[in-house]
């Protein structure tokens, strides 16, 4: 019969049971004991593996540590680790000539200019309320008291997760500043300078046309639109359209590495279209990551340089004509003078000598005779002053010989009165030049040959003449005299500076070396043909 679940009897249970004396002593079993000591092995296993773990990833963060602090203090930069309020708590190594132990512990903010503090805080206050970066350079002095600037990038950093600090890495970029500082200076010069030239400067592309880039107030002069409408312009559009060619082909000259700077006058127009003249001169720039070079240019208005110049070839052209004139006129003086006065003269010398020889036959006319022969004396006289001053008048050899063999003429009469010895030497293929030409040749010689008696003393002195085919004649004349220092001329000493203005006016020029005691020697060109300007003014 089953009983009811009450009258069962019951087994013992000891988390119910009584702790009083009357309860039955609960028993273990030797399977409950292997099973305690199975737990603890296992738990003493996973204790040592745990413990093996933590000491791998101590070690491992050891090392870390250690490899980040000797990464941090053989770095450039400085790293600076700081709390919320900015008090310094690591800094990787020295600064500016402070220990690492001098500024650990103080703040940060200190250590800056005064006038850089506030930024500073400013941006440690955003980095901790965002835990965003923010960056800023700012100024601090060194143990010397030099001002040294740096580069500050601020972020914050957390633990326990919250923000705890600031890190901050720090920059020197002292001698950036400096340099960029210099730039600035150097770049504000040549603003200065490009903007207040006096000269017109202009930059341009090197393109087809040459557009404009920039230019200076000189140049906005010259060409008002370049005012308000600057890269709308090309300069080859301001260039007479006759000389954009030269243009070109000097641009084209500086682009091939033919020449490094050209130079050319030429005619401009301004934004009117009125037409002037002026100075270009050009080379190329090469601006760092550019492709192409620009070209920069310098414009001189010459106008009235040029109109001058006209003004001035246009007096010597006058001057040449009138001293062409003259010659001219000294040349008949020359031939009145040796055809009339001087026949005369010749005459009366011979009546004269005839009543001399005839009163010489009469003993009783001694007096007479004495009268006579000083007459004859005093008319031989005046025939050789008029033949002196018709040879200054014009040189009669001139019209008889070619310049050579004039010039030969008077180098021997030059031989028979001072007793110097010329030595001649000439290359000339032609026989005969323009009389103004082979006058002024005569008398350069003769004004230096008659120098070379009067003042240098020489024994002697050699004389030069060779054509250039086409061209030019060139002069020399050099002696071994006593020498002299040229600018020591006194200026009322018309000799050689007459013959520096005779090779002027005929479009050559003549140079004259001395030295004391070493001779003197004079070299001139005379072009064969007189250059005129071949270039209309046009107002």
């Known amino acids: ?54 000491e791998r990833a101590e070690a491992a963060c050891a090392d870390s540590d250690s490899r980040w602090r000797l990464l941090a203090s053989q770095a450039f930069d400085h790293f600076v680790i700081a709390d919320c309020d900015g008090k310094i708590l690591y800094l990787n190594r020295a600064s500016n000539g402070f220990s690492v132990e001098d500024v650990v512990g103080t703040y940060i903010f200190d250590w800056l200019e005064p006038t850089d503090r506030g930024g500073l805080r400013d941006a440690v206050r955003e980095v901790i309320e965002t835990e965003g970066q923010q960056s800023i350079r700012v100024k601090a002095r060194g143990a ?9 990038r601020a972020a914050a950093y957390r633990e326990r997760g919250r923000v705890a600090g600031v890190t901050f890495h ?15 200076r150097a770049e504000a010069h040549f603003r200065g300078i490009f903007e207040n030239a006096a000269l017109g400067i202009v930059v341009c592309e090197v393109d087809e046309g040459y557009r404009i880039v920039n230019c200076n107030v000189a140049m906005q002069r010259m060409f008002p639109c370049l005012e308000s409408e600057l890269g709308q312009h090309s ?30 006058e030429m005619r401009f127009v301004n934004c009117q279209g009125t037409m002037f003249w002026g100075r270009w001169s050009a080379s190329l720039i090469q601006e760092e990551h550019e ?5 920069i240019s310098m414009v001189e208005d010459i106008t009235n340089l040029k109109l001058t110049q006209h003004q001035l070839e246009g007096d010597e052209n006058l001057l040449r004509k009138l001293l062409d004139v003259q010659d001219r006129e000294r040349k008949l003086l020359a031939y009145e003078l040796h055809d009339g006065l001087i026949q005369y003269v010749a005459g009366a010398q011979m009546a004269v000598q005839t009543a001399e020889a005839d009163v010489t036959q009469h003993a009783g006319l001694p007096r007479a005779a004495e009268a006579l022969r000083r007459a004859m004396t005093s008319l031989g006289k005046g025939m050789n002053e008029g033949r002196r001053l018709i040879g200054e008048l014009r040189p009669m050899s001139l019209e008889e010989m070619d ?13 028979s009165q001072s007793g110097c010895e ?9 026989h005969r030049f323009d009389a103004l030409l082979e006058n002024t040749l005569f008398r350069i010689v003769q004004e230096s040959l008659t120098n070379i008696r009067r003042h240098s003393g020489a024994k002697s002195a050699n004389v030069g003449l060779t054509e250039l085919p086409g061209e030019r004649l060139i002069l020399s004349i050099e002696d071994g005299g006593s020498g002299f220092h040229v600018a020591d001329v006194p200026a009322d000493r018309f000799g050689l500076e007459g013959i520096r203005e005779r090779a002027r006016l005929l479009g050559g020029h003549a140079r004259i070396d001395s030295t004391p005691g070493h001779g003197t020697r004079i070299i001139v060109s005379l072009p064969l043909e007189s250059k005129n300007a071949n270039w209309e003014w046009t107002p």
Do not use: C
């Open 403 to 415: 310049i050579v063999s004039a010039i030969d003429f008077l180098i021997q009469e030059e031989e």
């Open 1 to 54: 019969m089953n009983h009811p679940p009450h009258d069962r009897p019951s087994r013992p249970n000891p988390l119910y049971q009584s702790t009083s004396d009357t309860a039955p002593e609960v028993q273990s079993t030797p399977s409950s004991a292997f099973d305690s000591t199975a737990e603890v092995t296992k738990l003493r296993q996973m204790l040592a593996m745990e413990t093996a773990r933590r």
């Open 291 to 295: 492709d192409s070079p620009l070209l």
């Open 422 to 430: 010329f030595q001649f030497e000439h290359n000339v293929s032609s």
């Open 144 to 152: 010397n008291g030099e001002t040294m600037w740096y580069q500050t």
């Open 170 to 184: 720090v920059t020197d970029v002292t001698s950036y500043v400096q340099t960029e500082r210099a730039l600035r």
């Open 235 to 264: 300069l080859s559009k301001f260039v007479h359209f006759e000389d954009t060619g030269l243009l070109t082909e000097r641009v084209n000259r500086l682009l091939s590495g033919e020449r490094k700077r050209a130079q050319r």
